[in-house]
C-alpha cells in the first residue's frame, strides 16, 4: 500500500478516538477532516458534510456586519465560507495586520491588534453556527499595482527596511499573473530569490505563525495558501509544511492545500499535476478556476477530467469561487451560468461549492440563496456522498442538457440545466419510484407522480428553466 494511503488510514484511526482532546481544546474527530466512508467529501463533528456557500466579501473578518451576514447565510442553509486575510482597502472600514505610527508610516514588528481581534472574532461566530471557513493565507492581488502602493510591506511605507535592504521595489504596475513580485519568492532556491528576501520570508513567518495562533485553536477551518497563484508550487507548499509543523506542534489536526491560476484548462496544468501526484502535501484541491472561462458542457469537461484524475487517492475538490455575475473579458458569465456551475460541480462530486463575491459571482444574492436552499432540499432526499455519476444511464439528451447521480435501484436525481426532456434508463430497477422536482431558481419543491421502473422512462421538466428531479424508490 502507498504510504499516502497508509497515513489516509493512520489519521482516520486517530480521529476515530473521541477520547483524545487536542492541545488545542477541540477533540480530533470533530475536527473538519475527509469523510471517512467516502473521502471525496468532508465529515465535520463526526459527520459527513457537504459544503454550500456565498457571500457578498471575500474578507469577511473584516466586515462591520459580521454576524448578520453569517446568520444570513446560515438561514438559506450554507455553512461554507472564504476569507482571504487580505487587506486591499477596498473599503474604509479594512485594517492591516501592523500598526500605523503617527508619521503615517508601519511598524511591522507592531501589531494592529483590531485586525486580529476581527479575525478572532471571526472564528468564533463561524464556530457557533457550524460555518466551515477556508482561509487563503496570500492574495497576490494585496501585492501589485494599486494595491501594493500602500500596502505595509512596500518599503517606502514602513520603517523596518528599504528597497536596498529588502530586494523589493515600490511598484508593481504589472498585472498580478505575471508573477514579477520577488515577495512570493523569498523561500531559498525560488526563481527570483536572492539573499535580501530572507528579512522578507521572517516577516511573512511572523505573520502566518500569528495567524495559526487563532486559528489552530478551532477545528472547523481548511487552509488554502494562496488565491490562483501563477507562482511556481514551492511557494505554497513552503507554507502547507510551516502550517503542518506548526499544527504538528501542537497536536492540531489540519488540511492544506493552494489554488493555482490555471485551474481552468487542467490537463494543461503542471502545477495541478504536481498537486494530483502528491495527496500527501494537497489531501484537498480547491479547483475554483474551473468554474470561469469554460461555459455548459466545455466545464463538465474539465471537472470530469479532475474527478477522473483523483481516483488512484480519492479527495476534496473544493469550489471555494464559482463566477457568474460580472460578464469580465475572461469569461466569467451572467448569473445563470453561475447556477450552471454550481450544480455541474455538485453533480461531479465535489465537496464544496460556494458563489463568488458580487460582481465576480452571485454572492448571496436571492438568486444564490434559492440555489442553496435548493441544493440542501436535494440533500434533504439524496445524500451527495452516496451517490455517483451515472450519465450512461441518460439517453436522448442533447449536450449539456442533463446530468444524472445515482445510487442504483434506490435513488436517482437528474439536474436540467434549462428544462428539457431525457430518458432514464430504470431496466435494473423494477420498483416504483416517488417523483420529485425541485425548482433552483425559487429553492421550492413540488410532488410529482409515481412512477414505474424495470424500463425506461421519459422525464421531462415542467418548466424551462433550471430544475432537479429526484426519484427515491417507493415504499422502503
Request: contains cysteine; aromatic residues 14%; hydrophobic residues 35%.
Amino acid at each position: 500500500m502507498r504510504r499516502s494511503l497508509w497515513i489516509y488510514f493512520l489519521i482516520a484511526g486517530w480521529c476515530s478516538s473521541n477520547s483524545l482532546v487536542l492541545l488545542s481544546g477541540e477533540p480530533a474527530a470533530d475536527r473538519i477532516q475527509p469523510y471517512t466512508e467516502n473521502p471525496r467529501y468532508w465529515q465535520f463533528e463526526g459527520k459527513p458534510v457537504l459544503l454550500l456557500g456565498g457571500l457578498k466579501d471575500d474578507s469577511p473578518f473584516q466586515m462591520p456586519d459580521l454576524e448578520a451576514a453569517m446568520d444570513e447565510l446560515v438561514s438559506v442553509g450554507g455553512n461554507y465560507i472564504r476569507n482571504t486575510m487580505s487587506d486591499r482597502q477596498d473599503h474604509d472600514y479594512e485594517a492591516y495586520p501592523y500598526q500605523k505610527r503617527e508619521d503615517g508610516k508601519y511598524d511591522l514588528d507592531q501589531w494592529n491588534e483590531e485586525y486580529w481581534a476581527r479575525f478572532e472574532n471571526l472564528l468564533k461566530i463561524t464556530r457557533e453556527r457550524d460555518i466551515i471557513v477556508q482561509i487563503e493565507v496570500w492574495d497576490r492581488f494585496d501585492y501589485s499595482r494599486e494595491h501594493w502602493d500602500r500596502h505595509p510591506y512596500r518599503p517606502s511605507n514602513n520603517v523596518n527596511y528599504s528597497v536596498a535592504e529588502s530586494g523589493l521595489r515600490n511598484s508593481y504596475p504589472q498585472h498580478a499573473h505575471r508573477d514579477q513580485q520577488p515577495f512570493f519568492h523569498s523561500i531559498p532556491g525560488m526563481p527570483l530569490y536572492e539573499n535580501k528576501l530572507d528579512r522578507i520570508r521572517r516577516y511573512q513567518e511572523r505573520f502566518v505563525a500569528k495567524l495559526l495562533s487563532y486559528s489552530l485553536e478551532y477545528g472547523h477551518v481548511l487552509y488554502c495558501m494562496d488565491n490562483e497563484t501563477s507562482t511556481p508550487p514551492a511557494w505554497g507548499r513552503y507554507w502547507i509544511n510551516f502550517i503542518q509543523n506548526q499544527a504538528r506542534e501542537k497536536e492540531a489536526l489540519v488540511f492544506c492545500t493552494d489554488m493555482f491560476d490555471d485551474g481552468f484548462q487542467p490537463a494543461r496544468s503542471k502545477s495541478y499535476a504536481q498537486a494530483i501526484a502528491d495527496p500527501e502535501t494537497y489531501p484537498f484541491l480547491d479547483i475554483s478556476q474551473v468554474n470561469s472561462r469554460f461555459f455548459n458542457e466545455d466545464q463538465w469537461v474539465r471537472l470530469k477530467w479532475y474527478e477522473e484524475q483523483i481516483a488512484a487517492h480519492p479527495r476534496p475538490l473544493n469550489n471555494t469561487k464559482i463566477y457568474g455575475d460580472g460578464g469580465f473579458s475572461f469569461g466569467s458569465g451572467r448569473p445563470p451560468d453561475g447556477i450552471e456551475r454550481f450544480w455541474r460541480d455538485l453533480f461531479v462530486g465535489c465537496a464544496a461549492m460556494r458563489h463568488h463575491r458580487d460582481i465576480a459571482g452571485i454572492g448571496l444574492q436571492p438568486l444564490a440563496k434559492n440555489c442553496i436552499r435548493a441544493a440542501r432540499k436535494l440533500e434533504s432526499e439524496i445524500q451527495m456522498w452516496n451517490v455517483d455519476d451515472h450519465q450512461e444511464l441518460l439517453s436522448d439528451r442533447e449536450s449539456d442538457e442533463a446530468y444524472l447521480v445515482a445510487d442504483s435501484g434506490k435513488a436517482y436525481a437528474i439536474y436540467f440545466t434549462a428544462g428539457g426532456e431525457v430518458s432514464l434508463d430504470l431496466s435494473s430497477a423494477p420498483y416504483d419510484f416517488q417523483l420529485k422536482w425541485i425548482h433552483i431558481s425559487t429553492g421550492e419543491a413540488e410532488q410529482g407522480a409515481l412512477l414505474n421502473g424495470g424500463r425506461k422512462i421519459k422525464i421531462k421538466a415542467p418548466a424551462t428553466a433550471p430544475c432537479v428531479a429526484v426519484l427515491v424508490r417507493a415504499n422502503q
